[in-house]
């Protein structure tokens, strides 16, 4: 079993009338559904965000990495003369 739990800090207990959460997932559950559950787990304890949790692999982590870097430096290497 994994156990998330939050507890809301003093300084902001004005603001809401929640003061614990509490999940559980079974651990036996596939890695997708465990996302789904801290995806849940996470919005309940106020973060907001539209999307979605998902994994990618460390090489399309990479290979984005390498695009977001040159399409950068092209942006801020445009007219100065300079080669990639």
Do not use: W
């Not at 509490?22 to 999307?51: C, H, P, Q, R, T």
């Amino acid at each position: 079993m994994i156990k998330l739990s939050y507890t809301v800090p003093a300084d902001e207990e004005c603001y809401t009338a929640m003061r614990t959460i509490d999940m559980s997932v079974d651990s036996e559950k596939n890695l997708y559904g465990i996302i789904e559950v801290f995806s849940d787990f996470l919005k309940a304890s106020g973060y907001a965000f539209d999307g979605r949790i998902e994994l990618i692999s460390k090489e399309e982590v990479e290979s984005e990495d390498k695009v977001i870097l040159q399409a950068m430096a092209e942006h801020y290497l445009r007219g100065r003369n300079v080669e990639l």
